[in-house]
């Protein structure tokens, strides 16, 4: 099982400023990089941000980025907007188990 | 609207049996592979239950193997998932997903249904 470890637990930034998460695996998630993200708001189900570990998902604007291959990965969002503070998570879909990361908090400071 | 929603959820001694169903709209359920997710309460997320578009390939988390079953009825575009022999450890909201055309990757979720395994 490919076991995702996420950094920080959590995040405390300001609006504009910029958040880089990190979501680190146990062993490659192949060359095609099969690494998602996606953002869950209290109360809400999980939304898809980012598959293939760079490509965003419909709906979100370009300020989130996705990077990374094989074992590190990191999400990006170049300015915070007040909608953006949330829990994100990182899962792997390059071998079963599907395995997701603990999650990174993104509070406001 | 492109839509899943759960419903079946609700508190259960354990021991107990609960079905799960997830009604699919807008979209073309019959060709989509579907996943059942889970979370506990203040926890991070859980990959349940796998099936195939056409119910022919299954798999199941080593947690809910021999207990849970998955099954989808194309006809009704619905999911479900039956659960027996449950422990407190399976309390949680399940959430039911659709797979990604380009992976297994969840691109659109339901709203969830609480479980709540307690006597």
């Known amino acids: ?109 | 609207e492109v839509q899943l929603v759960e419903s079946g959820g609700g508190l259960v001694q354990p021991g107990g049996s609960l079905r799960l169903s997830c009604a699919a709209s807008g979209f073309t359920f019959s060709s989509y592979e579907m996943n059942w997710v889970r979370q506990a309460p203040g926890k991070g997320l859980e990959g349940v239950s796998y099936i195939s578009s056409s119910g022919s390939t299954i798999n199941y988390a080593d947690s809910v193997k021999g207990r849970f079953t998955i099954s989808r009825d194309n006809a009704k575009n619905s999911l479900y998932l039956q659960m027996n022999s449950l422990r407190a450890e399976d309390t949680a909201v399940y959430y039911c997903a659709r797979v990604g055309p380009r992976g297994w990757y969840f691109d659109l979720w339901g709203r969830g249904t609480l479980v709540t395994v307690s006597s």
């Open chain 1, 1 to 109: 099982e490919i076991v995702l470890t996420q950094s920080p637990g959590t995040l405390s930034l300001s609006p504009g400023e910029r958040a880089t998460l990190s979501c680190r695996a146990s062993q490659s998630v192949s060359s095609s990089n099969y690494l998602a993200w996606y953002q869950q708001k209290p109360g809400q189900a999980p939304r898809l941000l980012i598959y293939g570990a760079s490509s965003r998902a419909t709906g979100f604007p370009d300020r989130f980025s996705g990077s990374g291959s094989a074992t590190d990965f990191t999400l990006t969002i170049s300015r915070l907007e007040p909608e953006d503070f949330a829990v994100y998570y990182c899962q792997q879909y390059a071998s079963a188990p599907i395995t997701f990361g603990q999650g990174t908090r993104l509070e406001i400071k």
